[in-house]
T-cell receptor
Framework: ETGVTQTPRHLVMGMTNKKSLKCEQH?????MYWYKQSAKKPLELMFV???????ENNSVPSRFSPECPNSSHLFLHLHTLQPEDSALYLC?????????????FGPGTRLLVL | EDQVTQSPEALRLQEGESSSLNCSYT??????LFWYRQDPGKGPEFLFT???AGEEKEKERLKATLTKKESFLHITAPKPEDSATYLC???????????FGTGTSLTVIP
């Protein structure tokens, strides 16, 4: 596979469930990102991993927990979500070398929280 | 406040009717401006990167231009397959972050 892949593509979960979103990039990049996309709103950056170091985003609730085991894989662990967390979750990657470069996105996971 | 604003929010064109989409920004210290195309239910697809005022990039029926305050995405003789949401993002500001606009939803009618 090429580019950035995400699984699952669709997810329905209850507020008490625990699930994980997976992202894999095949571009040899060294930075990965999680974004939340809601209708009529700009993309919201949730987490950044650059050289495996996480940049914290204090506005993201603790019910979202990222994990980056290596430069090609990124996870978003979900637990006790709320209905307002329903959105399209996008993963992106880029090659950073002193400055941030173009980000390439995966197809997204459409999440519905009931 | 660092911000990116896109207009119009939605645009309907007849096939072959050329037009332009606008992306204005107040982000300081521009490092790059990015255009993406997003189809329903899919992730954004990269189109162009512009780095300095006066720069232009072209791809098929699309042409992106950049000034110190805004960028235009010109669509010449659009086809129905050009229907999508076009997103603009600006890199800059404190921490060299990415700021996204809310997008322009383009519909091209046959």
């Amino acid at each position: 596979e090429t580019g950035v892949t995400q699984t699952p593509r669709h997810l329905v979960m209850g507020m008490t469930n625990k699930k994980s979103l997976k992202c894999e990039q095949h571009l040899g990049h060294n930075a990965m990102y999680w974004y939340k996309q809601s209708a009529k709103k700009p993309l919201e950056l949730m987490f950044v991993y650059n050289f495996k170091e996480q940049t914290e985003n204090n506005s993201v609730p603790s019910r979202f927990s990222p994990e980056c085991p290596n430069s090609s894989h990124l996870f978003l662990h979900l637990h006790t979500l709320q209905p307002e967390d329903s959105a399209l979750y996008l993963c992106a990657s880029s090659q950073e070398s002193g400055r941030k470069e173009t980000q390439y996105f995966g197809p997204g996971t459409r999440l519905l929280v009931l | 406040e660092d911000q990116v604003t896109q207009s119009p929010e939605a645009l309907r064109l007849q096939e072959g009717e050329s037009s332009s989409l606008n992306c204005s920004y107040t982000v300081s210290g521009l490092r790059g401006l990015f255009w993406y195309r997003q189809d329903p239910g899919k992730g954004p697809e990269f189109l162009f990167t512009l780095y300095s005022a006066g720069e232009e990039k072209e791809k098929e029926r699309l042409k992106a231009t950049l000034t110190k305050k805004e960028s235009f995405l010109h669509i010449t003789a659009p086809k129905p397959e050009d229907s999508a949401t076009y997103l603009c993002a600006v890199q800059g500001g404190t921490g060299n972050q990415f700021y996204f606009g809310t997008g322009t939803s383009l519909t091209v009618i046959p």
